[in-house]
């Protein structure tokens, strides 16, 4: 079975990516060379230099300083938004897939009308109603996203619970919950967490999108989208302002994707290795 070590160098390349971006996220503190929101006009639209990196912007802040503290706000916001999506989408798959009959095909019902509602428009309207930040920005993620996973996990609990050492549970009075706890959770645990992984991207580029149109992450946060917002005025004179929060915004969406794809091959090898003897 795969390990680390004998990983393509494309997934190896992807777990240290992603470490670094942590632990600059983690850490910004202490890495960030200036104040990410401090005002100076008599650096505006400084270039690359030796005192700061990767330039400035509009308003003589420290772009280096702005991503470092980018990568925080991206990274902590992505992964809170995917836990609240997660839980949602994975209570719901549960008792759909779980209850069955008519419960299953009601929820089936709502699944497939928020399936059917164009994501991006839907979740930029819904944060428009609710007004921009961080708890509008949260609501507006997990409304729109629970819908795909909840069928995937409606899925998974249908193909587990038909399996004979659940009807075995059952002859030996085993609740509803303590089946679902102890036999059903833990045999999507893997499905999940690559899920999980895949999830965490698209909500980075969402929250991206969202504090880009104004209703996300609002000035002077140092977030990628908001600076990406601020750069579109620049970005032909002054690329890096541009270039900056968007190599950031590939790098981590690329990793987390690619770490995904590692996950998933272990998991089906590990699936494959076992079957041999069951």
């Known amino acids: 079975m795969k390990n680390f070590k ?31 929101n401090k005002v100076n006009m008599s650096k505006r639209l400084i270039g690359i230099s030796k005192d700061h990196l990767l330039g400035t912007d509009a308003l003589g802040r420290d772009v280096l300083s702005r991503v470092i503290h980018g990568a925080r706000v991206s990274i902590f916001l992505s992964f809170i938004a995917t836990v609240f999506t997660m839980l949602l989408g994975t209570l719901i798959g549960l ?20 399936q059917g509602l ?34 995937i996990v409606r899925g998974e609990v249908l ?10 549970a059952r002859a030996l009075g085993a609740t509803n919950l303590h089946i679902i706890i102890h036999y059903i959770l833990p045999n999507i645990f893997a499905p999940f967490i690559v899920l999980f992984t895949i ?10 999108s969202l504090s880009f149109l104004g209703l996300g992450m609002q000035p002077p946060q140092a977030d990628w989208g908001v600076m990406i917002n601020d750069a579109k005025t620049y970005f032909r004179s002054y690329p890096h302002l541009l270039l900056a929060p968007g190599i950031s915004i590939l790098l981590l969406c690329s990793s987390i994707n690619l770490i995904g794809d590692a996950l998933r091959d272990i998991f089906d090898e590990k699936r494959d290795f076992f079957s041999q003897y069951l």
């Open 6 to 36: 004998s990983m393509p160098l494309i997934y190896k390349i992807s777990f240290i990516i992603l470490g670094l971006l942590v632990f600059i996220g983690v850490f910004a503190d202490f890495l960030a060379p200036y104040d990410p």
């Open 95 to 114: 008792v759909s897939g779980y209850c069955g009959g008519i419960i299953d095909n009601t929820i089936q019902i709502i699944v497939t009308i928020f």
């Open 118 to 151: 164009p994501g991006l428009s839907f979740m930029i309207a819904l944060a428009g109603v609710l007004g921009s930040g961080v708890k509008s920005l949260l609501i507006a993620i997990t409304v729109t996203s629970w819908a795909g996973f909840s069928r």
């Open 159 to 168: 193909k587990v619970k038909e399996e004979k050492y659940i009807e075995g």
């Open 199 to 208: 999830r965490i991207g698209k909500v980075v580029l969402s929250m991206a």
